[in-house]
């Protein structure tokens, strides 16, 4: 109902033809995968439930500031509550190659709210928001107050953001860390990026 790692090894064929469906423990569906190839270099290949007009064929790349884009990283195929799938793309599935997928709960799935006094609260969120004309946005209705927060512009290149509640989330947030990145935190001096709330950010 939170988190599941597995590993894997890639089937391709040169032909580039295969794909495969690949068992997990997480015991709901996943509403992010994060997939790296262990062998050799390739990019982060990064699903998420509300990804373009396509989940099961777009993915954007957690090392890079790309948009998402679309491709057979998924075999157009939509995780289950015990398997995901991979197509013939050498990001997640070169014959031979090993690979690891990390797999984040989708809290709207019934079967991750497993949590709480009554076993009934998610502890995890995947959505969207859309900024406003400042650049601005509240999102609300989590049912509790966020640790790690996580975003990335879906539209327009641009970096991954990461926050912590270890490194200031309180309206006084200036600093992010940028996965696509190799820098520091980065401190915007300007204003604060994110303030977490009781219900969400």
């Keep these: 109902g939170f988190f599941d790692i597995v590993t894997y090894e890639g089937n391709k064929t040169p032909s580039g033809t295969e794909d495969q469906t690949i068992n997990h ?6 509403g992010c995968i994060m997939v790296k190839c262990l062998d050799q270099n390739e990019n982060w290949c990064v699903y998420h439930k509300n990804m373009g007009s396509n989940p099961k064929y777009e993915a954007m790349h957690l090392n890079t500031s790309d948009v998402e884009n679309g491709a057979d990283w998924w075999n157009n195929t939509a995780p289950t509550a015990t398997q995901f799938s991979v197509g013939a793309k050498d990001e997640t599935n070169k ?10 709960a989708d809290g709207d799935d019934s079967d991750a709210q497993i949590f709480g006094d009554n076993e009934d609260e998610s502890i995890i969120k995947m959505g969207t928001f859309t900024t406003d004309a400042s650049q601005n946005a509240k999102i609300t209705g989590l049912g509790w107050e966020p640790q790690w927060v996580l975003f990335k512009c879906r539209t327009q290149s641009g970096a991954w953001r990461l926050h912590d509640s270890m490194r200031s989330m309180d309206h006084s947030g200036y600093a992010d860390l940028r996965p696509n990145e190799s820098d520091n935190e980065a401190f915007h001096l300007t204003t604060p990026v994110i303030g977490s709330m009781a219900d969400g950010f």
Excluded at 25 to 30: A, M, R, S
Excluded at 96 to 103: M, R, V
């Design 25 to 30: 423990n997480l015991g709901c569906v996943p």
């Design 95 to 104: 014959d031979g190659k090993n690979y690891i997928a990390y797999l984040f």
